[in-house]
Antibody, heavy 121, light 105 residues
Framework: QLQLQESGPGLVKPSETLSLTCTVSGGSISSSSYYWGWIRQPPGKGLEWIGSIYYSGSTYYNPSLMSRVTISVDTPKNQFSLKLRSVTAADTAVYYC?????????????WGQGTMVTVSS | SYELTQSPSVSVSPGQTANITCSGDKLGHKYASWYQQKPGQSPVLVIY???KRPSGIPERFSGSNSGNTATLTISGTQALDEADYYCQAWDSSVVFGGGTKLTVL
């Protein structure tokens, strides 16, 4: 059974870079043509897609975050990662990694448990 | 940028039918998905490609999409269906609606 697990610091200082990793277990990140995704949710607010990456490394980003976001993949480690630069308090959120239900689609049917990241000095 | 609009809240009595709507420009020309999220939990996909149910999702969940509106219908609503529901579509990027809080009372 495929599982995703987010990891990374729970506290990041303003203006610094938020770095998170999603570890995929129970399957290979490169075995199928999925666009693995990052989604976040500020406290008490809705979901916001950050971006998605194909195992080959091609990416799609939310236009509103594109200038600050980099998503990368490490197939030998079966992981993909998120870097968000120049963070502010507005980036405080639960960050989820997720996998779509099918190849080439964007409906996410497998989610990690989420990790809370607080931006504060 | 593309926007999806949902009513903030919907109330339904147990056993009745709940309709949660999501509106966006020409949304019917795109695929809509729906997620259920309970407090403190990760979202769960309940409908994708407008009307398909993932494995394990009860038959009481159904979806439709036409014109500018996608609708998630929950038939015979149960107390355990009380949650936030989000619609999602693709328009050059992944877009989520603002969410609808379903109250079963």
């Amino acid at each position: 059974q495929l599982q995703l697990q987010e990891s990374g610091p729970g506290l990041v200082k303003p203006s610094e870079t938020l770095s998170l990793t999603c570890t995929v277990s129970g399957g290979s990140i490169s075995s199928s043509s999925y666009y693995w995704g990052w989604i976040r949710q500020p406290p008490g607010k809705g979901l916001e897609w950050i971006g998605s990456i194909y195992y080959s490394g091609s990416t799609y980003y939310n236009p509103s975050l594109m200038s600050r976001v980099t998503i990368s993949v490490d197939t030998p480690k079966n992981q993909f990662s998120l870097k968000l630069r120049s963070v502010t308090a507005a980036d405080t959120a639960v960050y989820y990694c997720a996998r779509p239900e099918g190849t080439g689609t964007i409906s996410f049917d497998i989610w990690g448990q989420g990790t809370m990241v607080t931006v504060s000095s | 940028s593309y926007e999806l609009t949902q009513s903030p809240s919907v109330s339904v009595s147990p056993g009745q039918t709940a309709n949660i709507t999501c509106s966006g420009d020409k949304l019917g020309h795109k695929y809509a998905s729906w997620y259920q999220q309970k407090p403190g939990q990760s979202p769960v996909l309940v409908i994708y490609q407008d009307s398909k149910r993932p494995s394990g999702i009860p038959e009481r969940f159904s979806g439709s999409n036409s014109g500018n509106t996608a609708t998630l219908t929950i038939s015979g609503t149960q107390a355990l269906d009380e949650a936030d529901y989000y619609c999602q579509a693709w328009d050059s990027s992944v877009v989520f609606g603002g969410g609808t809080k379903l109250t079963v009372l």
